[in-house]
């Protein structure tokens, strides 16, 4: 009877260490994974604006333009296609969640103002700096969504408002 008491004693005791092991290590991937997505949040908030198109604006200037057989010239189009945007400075970022591509980068997935739904991929660390090279889809047009990711002319090294930010605390899917 001893024997099976001291059996049973032994796995719970190992099985205790080895859930704390466990947990311990889990604890450290949900730091990394919140000190991934503070040093994102900096990243765009320093480097990223958004901005959306004035319909009526490019209207006006395909009409003037008129495929290159109208009264303005290409720079000129140009320019009033780039004068057609509204830029917005980046108010919120809410953090949606993480997966492994099958390269086994990780993708970083976020909002940005509750307009826009994009995704980061980190895939090497920087050796001079030690921290992640983040390859962000912006520019790109998604279906319905008429607002875009851009880079700002000027950047900031401004520290980001941690009340502007959600992270997501889920784990990597």
Do not use: C
């Amino acid at each position: 009877m001893k024997k099976i008491i001291f059996r049973g004693l032994i796995v719970v005791i190992a099985l205790s260490i080895g859930g704390k092991i466990l947990m311990d290590r889990r604890e450290k991937d949900n730091e990394e994974l919140r000190t991934i997505q503070t040093d994102l949040a900096n990243y765009l908030y320093n480097h990223y604006e958004i901005y959306t198109k004035d319909k009526d604006k490019i209207d006006e200037a395909d009409k003037k333009y008129n495929g290159g057989n109208g009264t303005i010239t290409d720079d000129e189009y140009l320019e009033s296609l780039k004068n057609a945007r509204q830029y917005f400075n980046i108010e919120k970022i809410e953090f949606t969640g993480f997966s492994v591509t099958p390269m086994k980068s990780l993708e970083v997935h976020f909002e940005i103002n509750d307009l826009l739904s994009h995704t980061a991929t980190l895939g090497v660390k920087s050796a001079e700096t030690g921290q992640w090279i983040y390859r962000i889809d912006s520019g790109i047009e998604k279906p319905g969504q008429d607002h875009y990711l851009s880079r700002k002319d000027q950047e900031t090294n401004r520290s980001i408002p941690m009340n502007i930010v959600t992270f997501y605390d889920g784990g990597i899917d």
